[in-house]
């Protein structure tokens, strides 16, 4: 996924097969949030801004740009065990046990990306409300668009953890998934509060 053109990746995610699909977009929509993050920082590096701070959100921001590459190509590789798993044999009483079992620990796993992609996306908007006083403001409205695709990574991961959680049984692992899913509450009230400062802040 790291090397292929957006065409190729888009045409991919147009066809009928089952991965990539929501999740590896909220990946891409965490690194891409990030890259904004760090090209706002990197356009900050005059004497009059705060060098330890843009530091700062350069290196986090690139960090978590690599680990949401990551969590993309994680979660297609999910998806497919999910779909792996519902293709096994259920004819007798042990095959159905097993694909059951085969099953939830299959959804188990794919919830996993999506509930780290939501851990990115808080940090990302916190970035962003570090960077939105202090950064340069010819590009302020690039720290908005950073929140918003944290924004849309953090719900979009939300959903597809909560669809997986109807499939599983282990109730400590249902607990952790469903609070993570509502960080995303939070994610979304602050990357609302960062777009509505700088729309402030362009129309005066």
Same mark, same amino acid.
């Not at 497919?80 to 085969?102: F, H, I, N, P, W």
């Not at 302020?140 to 109807?166: F, G, K, M, S, W």
């Not at 499939?167 to 509505?196: F, H, I, N």
């Given at each position: 996924?790291?090397?292929?053109?957006?065409?190729?990746?888009?045409?991919?995610?147009?066809?009928?097969?089952?991965?990539?699909?929501?999740?590896?977009?909220?990946?891409?929509?965490?690194?891409?949030?990030?890259?904004?993050?760090?090209?706002?920082?990197?356009?900050?590096?005059?004497?009059?801004?705060?060098?330890?701070?843009?530091?700062?959100?350069?290196?986090?921001?690139?960090?978590?740009?690599?680990?949401?590459?990551?969590?993309?190509?994680?979660?297609?590789?999910?998806?497919?065990?999910?779909?792996?798993?519902?293709?096994?044999?259920?004819?007798?009483?042990?095959?159905?046990?097993?694909?059951?079992? $085969?099953? =939830? !620990?299959?959804? +188990?796993? /794919? #919830?996993?990306?999506? &509930?780290? *992609?939501?851990?990115?996306?808080? %940090?990302?908007?916190?970035?962003?409300?570090?960077?939105?006083?202090?950064?340069?403001?010819?590009?302020?409205?690039?720290? $908005?668009? =950073? !929140?918003?695709? +944290?924004? /849309? #990574?953090?719900?979009? &991961?939300? *959903?597809?953890?909560?669809?997986? %959680?109807?499939?599983?049984?282990?109730?400590?692992?249902?607990?952790?998934?469903?609070?993570?899913?509502?960080?995303?509450?939070?994610?979304? !009230?602050?990357?609302?509060?960062?777009?509505?400062?700088?729309?402030?802040?362009?129309?005066?």
């Amino acid at each position: 996924m790291r090397d292929e053109t957006i065409t190729a990746f888009l045409d991919q995610l147009a066809a009928r097969v089952p991965a990539p699909g929501g999740g590896a977009t909220a990946a891409l929509q965490a690194a891409q949030s990030a890259a904004l993050l760090a090209m706002v920082a990197r356009y900050s590096d005059s004497a009059k801004y705060d060098a330890d701070l843009m530091n700062h959100v350069i290196t986090e921001a690139d960090g978590i740009r690599g680990d949401a590459l990551t969590l993309a190509e994680a979660d297609a590789a999910a998806f497919g065990a999910v779909a792996g798993a519902y293709a096994l044999a259920k004819d007798t009483d042990e095959e159905k046990q097993a694909r059951s079992a $085969a099953i =939830a !620990a299959a959804l +188990a796993e /794919a #919830a996993r990306p999506p &509930a780290d *992609v939501v851990r990115l996306a808080l %940090l990302l908007v916190s970035l962003a409300e570090e960077l939105l006083p202090a950064g340069n403001r010819n590009v302020i409205t690039d720290v $908005a668009a =950073a !929140a918003e695709a +944290a924004r /849309a #990574a953090a719900v979009t &991961a939300q *959903v597809n953890i909560e669809v997986n %959680l109807r499939g599983l049984k282990d109730p400590s692992v249902l607990g952790e998934l469903a609070s993570m899913a509502e960080v995303t509450d939070d994610v979304v !009230a602050r990357a609302d509060r960062v777009v509505a400062a700088v729309r402030e802040e362009i129309s005066r």
